[in-house]
T-cell receptor
Framework: EPEVTQTPSHQVTQMGQEVILRCVPI?????FYWYRQILGQKVEFLVS????????KSEIFDDQFSVERPDGSNFTLKIRSTKLEDSAMYFC????????????FGEGSRLTVL | DAKTTQPPSMDCAEGRAANLPCNHS???????VYWYRQIHSQGPQYIIH???NNETNEMASLIITEDRKSSTLILPHATLRDTAVYYC???????????FGKGTKLTVNP
């Protein structure tokens, strides 16, 4: 069964450092998303992406965050200058159609900011 | 904020049906009911969705009341691997992001 893959599974970084989280969505999917989950809290929407541009972003997704689809397969989330409160599990998701709420999520990348 | 209300936790015996309720009294006519689950800290997993008719797939059944103000997810024969947090989400799909609430933590006991 096709799946969304994410790397790294766990990254530890120092406050102020740049981090790039990578995702390979399902190959025929056109819509891509990042969500995050701070330990013990709800899953929160960050951003959606389609046709090489951001479709929607949340208040969390400020200027420190950016997304990119650098080639035909990868979808990345960059945090320019990490803060302690960025420590969370980051989930990438993709969907085939924008008209569906059926998202396929990856296993997540755990980011720990020290 | 999530548009749904779910009990924080439920228990179920292995092999028995697990019935997870969800209230969504403010649902509008073009909104669907989606169910996801999250096993431990893994990524959320889509289970099923519906608009107004009852739905069934290989994982579960979804029963939506006639007034659409509530629904029940049914896992017909729960196994230990079904222990997870189950999220009921109301969304138009497409233009709307998924808004996750706190969900119901289902524990399946041997």
């Amino acid at each position: 069964e096709p799946e969304v893959t994410q790397t790294p599974s766990h990254q530890v970084t120092q406050m102020g450092q740049e981090v790039i989280l990578r995702c390979v969505p399902i190959s025929n999917h056109l819509y891509f998303y990042w969500y995050r989950q701070i330990l013990g809290q709800k899953v929160e929407f960050l951003v959606s992406f389609y046709n090489n541009e951001i479709s929607e972003k949340s208040e969390i997704f400020d200027d420190q965050f950016s997304v990119e689809r650098p080639d035909g397969s990868n979808f990345t989330l960059k945090i320019r200058s990490t803060k302690l409160e960025d420590s969370a599990m980051y989930f990438c998701a993709s969907s085939e159609w924008y008209s569906t709420g059926e998202l396929f999520f990856g296993e997540g990348s755990r980011l720990t900011v020290l | 904020d999530a548009k749904t209300t779910q009990p924080p936790s439920m228990d179920c015996a292995e092999g028995r049906a697990a019935n997870l309720p969800c209230n969504h009294s403010t649902i509008s006519g073009n909104e669907y009911v989606y169910w996801y689950r999250q096993i431990h800290s893994q990524g959320p997993q889509y289970i099923i969705h519906g608009l107004k008719n009852n739905e069934t797939n290989e994982m579960a059944s979804l029963i939506i009341t006639e007034d659409r103000k509530s629904s029940t997810l049914i896992l017909p024969h729960a196994t230990l691997r079904d222990t997870a947090v189950y999220y009921c989400i109301v969304t138009q799909g497409g233009s709307e992001k998924l808004v996750f609430g706190k969900g119901t933590k289902l524990t399946v006991n041997p």
